[in-house]
């Protein structure tokens, strides 16, 4: 596998240094439940050599990378988070099913569906920032939107993550898929240390009346 944290601290677009509070919006993970159904049965696999697990208060589904908070004003912030609240008013809560995880080039990885729902979230954010601040931050992604969440990014020490061990291994874990809602968006400051992402949380859009 690759190093995660490697190739976004250094792709030619919109590169996320180690440190850098960026502003992001995530569909997050509501009860201790729905993480742990989320992440529960794979937790050993998660802590294989060469990845990095997310732990359960971390699991989210990324809708929009934006740019560098300090690169924003607290007007502006407030302006999108306004913008995105008036779009989403009244289109109700986003259920999304979560396939087995998948062991990918850079992260162990359970995709959602179906994806219509969280691509209309990922242009409303997009547009909303957009009107806001213009073109100043290269957004991310910037197309083929889908919704996915990590339970371990490969690492540091990404080569010894062996593909074809940890796909052995998912072959014996006997868990489906997972169904889970979300009520709310959440707009967060985020950074990352090279081994694991966290944020501060700063506006909480609901999705339902």
């Not at 062991?103 to 242009?123: N, Q, Y």
């Amino acid at each position: 596998m690759k190093d995660f944290f490697e190739q976004v601290e250094n792709r030619a677009i919109a590169p996320w240094p180690a440190g850098r509070r960026d502003l992001h919006w995530h569909l997050l993970p509501e009860t201790v439940a729905d993480r742990e159904a989320l992440a529960g049965p794979y937790r050993e696999l998660a802590r294989q050599p060469g990845l990095e697990p997310v732990d359960d208060e971390w699991l989210h589904v990324t809708v929009l990378h934006c740019g560098p908070h300090q690169d924003a004003t607290a007007g502006e912030i407030q302006e999108i988070a306004t913008r995105v609240r008036e779009a989403v008013a009244g289109g109700g809560p986003v259920e999304l099913t979560f396939a087995r995880p998948q062991v990918g080039s850079v992260a162990l990885e359970r995709a959602a569906r179906p994806g219509v729902a969280t691509r209309r979230l990922w242009d409303v954010t997009r547009t909303a920032t957009t009107e806001v601040v213009g073109e100043r931050w290269p957004l991310q992604p910037a197309a083929a939107y889908y919704p996915h969440v990590s339970l371990a990014y490969a690492g540091s020490q990404a080569s010894l993550a062996d593909r074809g061990v940890l796909k052995q291994l998912l072959s014996d874990i006997d868990a489906g898929e997972v169904t889970l809602v979300f009520s709310s968006l959440s707009l967060v400051s985020q950074w990352h240390d090279g081994r694991r992402i966290v944020w501060d949380s700063l506006v909480t859009v609901p999705l339902v009346e």
